[in-house]
């Protein structure tokens, strides 16, 4: 359960203060799918990186399944990031002239996972995401739509609670992107995964169950999405 | 996260940028195989002369005429009578010290002009007595040494060091050919073999009867005060334990006969063999540092170009170092990964560079200018220098990669 009180970051920008979170007071419950919407420079990235634990809020607190983040050091942080929570990003983020199975081996490795055990559970995700036959393929080697589906086998691999993913469709044509929500979908129907989308693009937004919109650092509106898109339902006739 | 992993991962970044690489190494590279080389060209100067002066036999004193640390330039000003050692002190030590000697001989030493038909020039001219040859452990190619019988009948022969040996005859056999010394002839009885070549070699002296020299050849030379001079007297020590002893007994036996009051500083020498060693082994252990210095600076500059490229390497990899942060990766692990890969770059300079340093100094070796002796420690050094700056210089670029932001890293562009 993720729970945010008074979320408040504030940036130093030469001598002015910016204030990327203002007060943001939400709860997301376990195997919840949500959307966090808002146009660029409205904190959204800002507020996914705190709940990543990427990053501290300067003021507030982020309970995260009933510990609070900001007591935690280095190394409990780094093992939330490894094992609580999978990131997805819109530039995917893999490691160049590294092949796929590689990639999705890095946080087995930092999970402390032996060889053996790190190449199956390896090659088990990338089957989930359907990329069973692309393993020894290099991100150069593979379709956006392909390194994202790669990237998200890494989010994958340890299992995590939370899925978090940061415009994960924004680098991609709207025909992949849908591909990639059929995923996200599936993957929080099938494991139950609590699964956390930051973006601008309000069909994307609409493949969630709640959204919560912000601007300006603050939470404008925090609503049950009562137009569910199926996956695969075509984007022309929502528009219509 | 297990070591061999990190490794690994540092492998992987070496590999993907060959020559990045091999430029950066290439200071360590050359830094150890200057120490390397220098060290041991350094070890084989010490060994060479410290065998040189034992090939001289190591239980020898020599006694000599000259104040002690009356330096090169003749006692800092200070006007200083010449002193001289006497035939007469070489007697009185022959009757007189019986303990622990093995031989005794004076020797007289002079330049002089020597001929054979159209071959002419100058040589040291050593008188000495028969047990010379045992004293200075000298062996002969061909012929006879100096003999008692020599020295008594003061015959007029002489024998050869090989250098004058092949200087003056070449390839003809000197054996009963007559040469002129300072105008008089002597006949040629034997020659020596080759020491090789070092301060005071025999090869480059001519060796004639000491009885000889005083009455026919040195004339004036060898007289002072109406007394028959010396250059020399050598003392062949029994046991290397007693030339201490020995020693202590000779200055005070001459100090004596040269009625020296207590206060007055000795007017003669007693030197061993390892006193001269030691003083010569201190100057060449001194050069072998400073040179081993100059090739420490190389290797610190070297390290500071592996420090340079890891610098640059963490700023290009900042998205990478964010990422692996994202998907767990603690402080600790990305400060290994980084000190790994720089400590790898140092060790691999390393050994490469102690090869390249083993062929240097076998190639001076095999060449002949320069003796060269690699020894273990040498390279242990060199090799552990070469961690310690891995060690040293990776430290601040892994720090500055494990110490940045998550976040700001993954957002780097």
Do not use: W
């Not at chain 2, 090989?162 to 003809?172: K, M, T």
């Not at chain 2, 020498?269 to 072998?288: A, K, M, P, R, Y």
């Not at chain 2, 610190?300 to 990766?329: D, Q």
Request: proline fraction near 2%; include cysteine; glycine fraction near 10%.
């Amino acid at each position: 359960m993720i729970q945010a009180e008074d979320l408040t970051k504030i940036y130093q920008m030469g001598d002015t203060e910016v204030r990327a979170l203002d007060g943001a007071n939400f709860t997301i419950n376990r195997g919840e799918m949500v959307a966090i919407m808002g146009p660029s420079g409205s904190g959204k990235s800002t507020l996914m990186s705190i709940l990543g634990c990427l990053d501290v809020p300067t003021s507030g607190k982020y309970i995260l399944d009933g510990v609070a983040v900001e007591n935690l050091d280095d190394t409990e942080l780094a093992q939330i990031r490894g094992q609580k929570i999978g990131f997805v990003f819109q530039q995917f983020n893999l490691l160049a002239r590294t092949s796929a199975l590689e990639n999705v081996m890095l946080p087995l490795t930092y999970a402390g996972l032996s060889g053996r055990a790190r190449q199956d559970r390896a090659r088990e995700v990338l089957g989930r995401v359907g990329l069973s036959d692309r393993t020894q393929h290099a991100p150069n080697e593979l379709s956006g739509g392909q390194q994202q589906r790669v990237a998200i086998a890494r989010a994958l691999a340890n299992d995590p609670a939370i899925l978090l993913a940061d415009e994960p469709t924004g680098a991609l044509d709207s025909k992949t992107g849908v591909e990639l929500m059929e995923l996200f979908q599936s993957l929080h129907t099938e494991n139950g995964q609590t699964v956390i989308l930051v973006t601008h693009d309000s069909y994307v937004a609409r493949h969630t169950n709640r959204i919560i919109r912000i601007s300006d650092g603050r939470i404008v509106s925090d609503e049950v999405n009562h137009h569910l898109i199926k996956a695969g339902t075509p984007r022309m006739e929502e528009t219509l | 996260m297990l070591y061999s992993e990190n490794f690994k991962i540092a492998l992987r970044a070496l590999r993907a940028n060959k020559m990045r690489t091999i430029l950066t190494i290439l200071g360590i590279v050359i830094g150890v195989a200057t120490v390397v080389a220098l060290l041991a060209i350094g070890k084989g100067a010490t060994a060479s002369i410290t065998q040189e002066i034992q090939s001289g036999g190591s239980n020898l004193l020599t006694v000599s005429a000259g104040r002690q640390q009356a330096g090169f330039g003749g006692g800092g000003g200070q006007s200083r009578e010449a002193s001289y050692l006497y035939y007469a002190d070489y007697q009185m030590l022959a009757r007189g010290l019986t303990d622990n000697i093995s031989a005794m001989v004076a020797v007289v030493q002079s330049s002089y002009l020597i001929k054979f038909e159209a071959e002419s020039f100058s040589a040291n001219v050593l008188g000495v007595m028969e047990d010379y040859q045992e004293v200075r452990s000298l062996t002969l190619e061909h012929g006879k040494f100096i003999t008692e019988g020599d020295n008594k009948s003061q015959a007029l022969v002489v024998v050869l060091g090989d250098q004058i040996a092949r200087d003056l005859f070449g390839s003809l056999s000197p054996l009963g050919k007559m040469i002129s010394i300072k105008g008089i002839k002597f006949e040629v009885v034997g020659v020596l073999e080759s020491k090789g070549s070092s301060m005071d070699s025999p090869d480059d002296a001519l060796f004639i009867p000491i009885e000889t020299a005083y009455s026919k050849l040195f004339g004036e030379t060898a007289i002072h005060d109406g007394k028959k001079t010396v250059n020399d007297i050598l003392v062949s020590v029994t046991t290397t334990e007693a030339m201490d002893s020995v020693a202590a007994q000779i200055e005070f036996m001459v100090r004596r006969s040269h009625k020296l009051a207590v206060s007055e500083e000795l007017d003669f020498n007693v030197l061993s063999q390892t006193d001269i060693l030691s003083t010569l082994t201190s100057v060449t252990d001194t050069l072998t540092i400073f040179l081993g210095a100059i090739a420490g600076i190389s290797l610190l500059v070297g390290g500071i170009g592996i420090m340079n490229i890891m610098l640059v390497s963490v700023t290009e990899r900042t998205k990478e170092i964010g990422l692996r942060k994202a998907v767990g990766a603690t402080r600790n692990q990305i400060l290994t990964q980084f000190l790994i890969e720089t400590v790898t770059l140092s060790v691999l300079g390393g050994i490469i560079g102690i090869l390249l340093g083993i062929g240097i100094a076998s190639a001076f070796a095999l060449s002949g200018l320069i003796p060269s002796v690699i020894t273990a420690d040498s390279i242990l050094m060199a090799f552990t220098f070469a961690l310690a700056i891995g060690v040293f210089f990776g430290l601040y670029p892994a720090f500055r990669a494990a110490n940045l932001h998550p976040m700001v890293a993954l957002r780097y562009e």
